[in-house]
């Protein structure tokens, strides 16, 4: 039997090529004018209070649906990733870690909340036709209460989110 041997990468190579990109997608200028980052978060809490975009309309951003539900999902994967690199390190490097994991599991928990109250709007695409659903949740996106509290939530997501970039940051003095 054939096997491939697996070795860890070399992580403490990585880790600042990583860091240098996690901060440069939050500061990140727009691109093709396509927010990214701190921007991405603002203009989504400013359109969940504004009550002219319907985020239901046929037209709707292509990031709705499961690609803004995976923007969730991956602040959860960020703080697990952190959260078990930080012991291979120590002094420093681990304190920080641990602070930005910490920040980025808050940062998930304010997206799980931010679902709670809207759920997810997706398109799915069955020979050549879009079919949305589940109709409950396109109802909860039109609601202005919940939309004003996933506002809410939106802007505490940023708020951890920009936490954890910062402490990041210290990794390499910036």
């Known amino acids: 039997m054939n096997h491939v041997q697996e070795t860890d990468p070399d992580w403490m190579a990585l880790l600042p090529q990583v860091?240098?990109?996690?901060?440069?997608?939050?500061?990140?200028?727009?691109?093709?004018?396509?927010?990214?980052?701190?921007?991405?978060?603002r203009q989504l809490a400013d359109d969940l209070r504004n009550p002219s975009v319907d985020f239901t309309a046929h037209d709707s951003p292509s990031w709705?649906?499961?690609?803004?539900?995976?923007?969730?999902?991956?602040?959860t994967h960020v703080h697990q990733f952190l959260d078990r690199l930080a012991p291979r390190y120590g002094g420093k490097p681990r304190q920080i870690l641990a602070k930005a994991s910490t920040n980025y599991g808050q940062t998930a928990v304010a997206w799980r909340d931010f679902n709670k109250h809207l759920g997810?709007?997706?398109?799915?695409?069955?020979?050549?036709?879009?079919?949305?659903?589940?109709?409950a949740h396109v109802l909860h996106w039109r609601d202005p209460g919940r939309r004003a509290e996933a506002a809410k939530l939106i802007d505490q997501a940023a708020l951890w989110e920009g936490r954890a970039v910062a402490e990041l940051a210290k990794l390499l003095g910036t």
């Open 120 to 135: 997810r709007v997706y398109e799915l695409e069955r020979e050549g036709k879009s079919l949305r659903g589940p109709d």
């Open 19 to 41: 860091v240098r990109r996690t901060i440069a997608n939050w500061r990140h200028e727009p691109l093709d004018n396509v927010v990214v980052g701190r921007e991405a978060y």
């Open 64 to 75: 709705m649906g499961p690609l803004l539900f995976r923007q969730g999902q991956a602040r």
